[in-house]
């Protein structure tokens, strides 16, 4: 599967955005999705987290109750839905699919397939 990560760009303090992943050349049904993002100079961290299904969701401790992950198996589509941004949620945002039953869904090594990243920058 190829993914196409969309919808970043610059929000002040507070604001909202919504990012958007586009998946191709396979039935995003057959992934679990996850958002991770990265800082300059910070490692790649674990954002959120969707089943296949979209039953389960997951979310970092720092995003939660902020962001809300979504797909739409129909449109092959999966959203990142993010609310009363901060600072410090700066970062390229990536989205990943992950075929495998791993039930280490916030480690990236487990997702074998990745878009190309967006950029979100908050303003303070």
């Known amino acids: 599967v190829q993914l196409q990560a969309s919808g970043g760009g610059l929000v002040q303090t507070g604001g909202s955005l919504r990012l958007s992943c586009a998946a191709s050349?396979?039935?995003?049904?057959?992934?679990?999705m996850g958002w991770f993002r990265q800082a300059p100079g910070k490692e790649r961290e674990f954002v959120a987290a969707?089943?296949?299904?979209?039953?389960?969701?997951y979310y970092a401790d720092s995003v939660k109750g902020r962001f809300t992950i979504s797909r739409d198996n129909a449109k092959n589509m999966g959203y990142l839905q993010m609310n009363s941004l901060q600072p410090d949620d700066t970062a390229v945002y990536f989205c990943?699919?992950?075929?495998?039953?791993?039930?280490?869904?916030?480690?990236?090594?487990?997702?074998?397939?990745w878009g190309q990243g967006t950029q979100v920058t908050v303003s303070s």
């Open positions: 050349g396979s039935t995003l049904s057959n992934y679990r």
């Open positions: 969707v089943s296949r299904n979209a039953a389960i969701t």
């Open positions: 990943a699919a992950d075929r495998s039953l791993s039930p280490s869904y916030s480690s990236s090594r487990i997702y074998g397939f």
